[in-house]
Structure formats: structure tokens, C-alpha cells
């Protein structure tokens, strides 16, 4: 893996574009990051990503306009974008209805899940909003979201101070009481915990029990996508793990120099989630979270990361894992049919 904390270093600006970029996060992701992670001056985080977010947005209905039909010819591509635009033109169709203009920017304007410029793209095509005003509403719109996340971010600046003092406190706390024979069960552990274990003890469970094998494909998209996510993530945040922070001799060798969020953990919580829903017997449900407490344990004991990594990883893996079983309860994966 390449050093993503140097390159993340080296080029705020670009990491701030490409996270303006990503579908759904957007400004409201790149704001937080440029403020809280970056030497960058709030003003400056605040054109860049106001700037790209506003210029993503003529480029979104410009594609859907004159260049989406083509894809849409495919049946898969089809009936995915079938699903996939189905909630944004419920919601923005209100919006439009009640206030016209006023409300595509609201709309994109307060930072909710499911609101944005691509949300906001996508409904406005379909209810025909025309280039002219979805441009004046994504402008005033990406302003708005983009006032309340740097106020909200300056503002809690200094409240969220705490957090790196206590991460370093439990860090170096940890490093004193290490010994060498559970520094021998806690790299065990953490090698258990690593994505190609997870994604091997997945495979061994589902397979143990023919009923639950229909779930697997589910399980392993829930898994490598929480993974893809954490890569995403350290590459935008370039976090140095606490070993390297803090002067602390390393206890295993790791493939990236990036802390946040814990890979291990977001992985490990993944697979319990959807242990926890496609599984009624408790002994397996509770084994399965006890593994993901462990592993999220040994990356602690091994200084290898902060606990603020570790409690998001494992929010952000079980969060992303919620919402792929509610697709498969409502059925709209891609293999499963109507």
C-alpha cells in the first residue's frame, strides 16, 4: 500500500476535492475533514469545497441529461438505477411541490442523510426541473451546506479537543502494561481480525449451515464494502498510528501507516452484524461479538490504534452492514429478484 498518510499530507487540496466528490458525503464529509485534519485555513477549506461542490452539480445533470440513457439500455443498469432514483425523486418531488426553486436548495442545503447535490441531480431530472434553476438551486443550496458545516465544525473545534488527549493517555497506558505472553494472544487475535480471516470465517459459517448460505453473498458485500470504505477513509484522514505519533516500539508490522478508523474493527463488527441478523442461536451470536471486542481489544494493546479509531471503525462497519440487510430485507440487491 502506498504511504496514503504522506500523499494525504503532500496534497490537501486534491484530498479535499476528491472528497467533495464522493456520492453523498460532499462537502459535508471535506469540510470536517480540511478543518479538523489539514493546516489548511477554515476559508480556504471553505472555497475549495464549496467551489467543487458547485461546479459537481451541472456536471451530475449534464450526464443524466444527455449521456445516463445510453447506460440505461443495459437491464442491470436499468433496474438498479431504477431503485437507486426511486427515494431521491420521492423526497426532492415534495421539496419542488411546496416551494419550487426555494426548495431543491433547501433540499440540498441542510446536511441530512439523503439530501445533497446528487440526490438533488438526480430528482431534479426526473421531475424535469430544467438546467437553469436546478443551477440556482444547487448554487444557493451547496452555500447554505456549506455555512452550516463550517460554523458547525469551528464551533466545535475546541469542544472536541479532548478527544486526541484521551486517545494518547489510553495509547501510552497501554504500552506500559504490555508483556510477552499476551502480546502473543493479542497478534493472534489481530491476525484473526484481518480482512482475509473475516472474510474466511464468513465464508466457513454460512457454509456450516445450508440455510444460511443465501445470505452469504450479502455477508461478504457487507464486509468488503465496510473495508473499501476504511480505505477511503484513511487515504482522506492520513491519521499516524500512535506507535509512530508517539514514539512506541511497534508490536506487529502493519501494510498501512494510517490509524483512523481501524480497519480490523470495522471488519470484525461487520461480519457480527450480519451474524447477529441471519442467526437465531445466542452461543453464535454472542461468540461472534466477543471476537469483535477482541480484535478491537488487540489493535489497542498493540498501540496500533487510538480508541476514538476503534469505536468509530466498529460504528461505521455494524452502520454500513444495517444497511445493506435492510436492501436485502426489501429485497433490491442486485441478485435478488423481485
Not at 416551494?99 to 440540498?108: D, Q
Not at 477511503?232 to 484522514?237: R, S, V
Amino acid at each position: 500500500m502506498p504511504d496514503i498518510a504522506s500523499f494525504a499530507a503532500n496534497n490537501p487540496v486534491l484530498i479535499l476535492i476528491l472528497l467533495t466528490l464522493v456520492p453523498f458525503l460532499e462537502l459535508r464529509a471535506s469540510i470536517l475533514y480540511g478543518i479538523f485534519s489539514t493546516n489548511l485555513h477554515w476559508s480556504t477549506v471553505f472555497l475549495v469545497c464549496v467551489i467543487t461542490n458547485i461546479l459537481l452539480g451541472p456536471v451530475l445533470y449534464f450526464f443524466l441529461d444527455k449521456v445516463m440513457h445510453i447506460f440505461l439500455r443495459v437491464s442491470w443498469i436499468h433496474k438498479l438505477y431504477t431503485r437507486i432514483v426511486e427515494r431521491p425523486r420521492k423526497k426532492i418531488h415534495e421539496a419542488v411541490e411546496r416551494y419550487g426553486t426555494l426548495g431543491v436548495a433547501v433540499f440540498i442545503g441542510i446536511p441530512l442523510p439523503g439530501t445533497g447535490t446528487y440526490s438533488a441531480a438526480i430528482g431534479s431530472y426526473l421531475l424535469d426541473l430544467g438546467y437553469k434553476r436546478f443551477f440556482i438551486a444547487n448554487l444557493f443550496g451547496v452555500l447554505i451546506a456549506g455555512r452550516i458545516m463550517t460554523a458547525g465544525a469551528l464551533s466545535g473545534n475546541s469542544a472536541l479537543s479532548f478527544i486526541p488527549l484521551i486517545d494518547t493517555k489510553i495509547a501510552l497506558g497501554f504500552a506500559n502494561i504490555q508483556n510477552p505472553a499476551l502480546t502473543v494472544v493479542m497478534k493472534f487475535i489481530t491476525h484473526a481480525g484481518n480482512i482475509v480471516s473475516i472474510l474466511l470465517i464468513a465464508s466457513i459459517i454460512y457454509f456450516s449451515f445450508r440455510e444460511k448460505r443465501k445470505h452469504l453473498k450479502t455477508a461478504l458485500l457487507g464486509i468488503i464494502a465496510s473495508a473499501a470504505v476504511t480505505y477511503l477513509l484513511k487515504l482522506a484522514i492520513a491519521r499516524p498510528r500512535p506507535f509512530e505519533a508517539l514514539q512506541i516500539t511497534a508490536l506487529v508490522q502493519e501494510s498501512s501507516k494510517t490509524s483512523f478508523p481501524s480497519g480490523h474493527a470495522t471488519t470484525a463488527f461487520a461480519l457480527f452484524a450480519f451474524v447477529n441478523k441471519h442467526f437465531s442461536k445466542k452461543a453464535i451470536r454472542v461468540s461472534f461479538l466477543i471476537f469483535a471486542l477482541l480484535v478491537s481489544f488487540s489493535r489497542l494493546y498493540l498501540d496500533v490504534h487510538y480508541l476514538s479509531d476503534v469505536i468509530f471503525g466498529a460504528l461505521l462497519g455494524y452502520s454500513i452492514s444495517y444497511l445493506i440487510l435492510k436492501l436485502e430485507e426489501n429485497k433490491k440487491l442486485p441478485w435478488q429478484k423481485k
